[in-house]
């Protein structure tokens, strides 16, 4: 490595070590010349590098060594995990309930289920009308614990698709008490069967409701329905309901909330959001008023990142369904 006093002699900047910004000029009265003072620096400089080069390549730190000895001291395991990664590592306060109990009601035990039914294009008429002869019986059987909430066909999203949603009194029992006495109708297993001649998929989700949204009442017609349905980062669900349990009130002047359901069966950290509106015209000037009200900016702000992937549905509501 090359010294002040190389430099000085054959170096490629005079006064300069190579990759570094020349020194200031002396200042009258500063001491010895310049050059002195680098000679006198050199072999303290020079001690200093080849110590860090000895230090880098030793594999540990050596008996005796006590600068060594203390660096390793410094990096070493046990010190990085007591107190360098106490600076970034963030403490989680144990938690005694699951977040469905913290975010869905206490005063009822409803279930829910949405289905999603793609309709081969030339069945859905058929597959309409089978529905509607069907599923009301199933609705009006005081047997059956379940009822449904809402039929629809997609307008816009994804097309050709059925949503059907359905509410269970009584949570999951009331959901395997249905199940097993469907196992035995058997008008509803030959109606399962012709469906499914038309469908080219189906899928699913088990559902709970929001503590802070309404629960879904039967509405007269001349509404479309939006299902804007989220799905969120894992571990984000608490923050999601914290900011809307307070953000809810500012789509509520209309009516044009409907119901706000979380998964707990099927794909995980979703989000069902479900409105009403008179069309589209009237939805967009619902949604345009929420911005111009303070506080709904800051919702939007808070809940976008808890977000990986978001979509909506406009949906026109079938004949037999209590959201008309």
């Known amino acids: 490595m090359p010294t002040w006093e190389h430099v000085e002699k054959g170096g490629a900047s005079q006064g300069a070590w190579p990759g570094s910004p020349p020194p200031p000029p002396p200042r009258s009265g500063a001491g010895p010349p310049s050059n002195l003072r680098r000679s006198n620096m050199a072999p303290r400089l020079c001690s200093i590098s080849v110590s860090a080069r000895r230090l880098l390549r030793s594999p540990g730190p050596r008996t005796g060594d006590g600068a060594a000895a203390a660096a390793a001291r410094f990096y070493s395991k046990d010190n990085e995990s007591s107190w360098f990664r106490s600076l970034f590592v963030h403490k989680v306060d144990p938690r005694k309930d699951a977040h469905s109990t913290l975010l869905s009601k206490k005063e009822t035990s409803n279930l829910y289920k949405i289905q999603f039914h793609n ?72 109606f399962r069967k012709e469906r499914s001649r038309m469908l080219l998929s189906r899928r699913n989700q088990l559902l709970l409701e929001f503590s802070f949204w309404n629960e879904p009442q039967p509405r007269a017609g001349g509404n479309i329905y939006e299902l804007r349905t989220y799905k969120l980062k894992p571990g984000t669900m608490i923050e999601w309901g914290n900011n809307w349990a307070r953000a809810i009130k500012y789509r509520q002047e209309n009516q044009e909330a409907v119901g706000g359901f979380f998964s707990q069966i099927g794909e995980l950290y979703v989000v069902h959001h479900l409105w009403a509106y008179k069309d589209l015209q009237s939805r967009e000037e619902t949604r345009n008023a929420a911005w111009r009200k303070r506080g709904w900016d800051e919702n939007v702000y808070y809940t976008v990142p808890l977000v990986r992937h978001m979509e909506s549905r406009i949906m026109i509501p079938l004949k037999i369904s209590p959201l008309q």
Do not use: I
């Open 119 to 190: 309709v081969k294009p030339e069945c859905l008429d058929a597959y309409n009308s089978l529905t509607e002869a069907v599923l009301p019986q199933l609705h009006l059987d005081e047997d059956y614990p379940c009822s449904l909430v809402g039929n629809w066909n997609t307008w816009y999203g994804e097309q050709d698709q059925a949503v059907h949603l359905w509410r269970f009194s009584g949570g999951y029992p009331a959901l395997m008490d249905c199940m097993n006495k469907l196992k035995n109708n058997k008008e509803y297993l030959e």
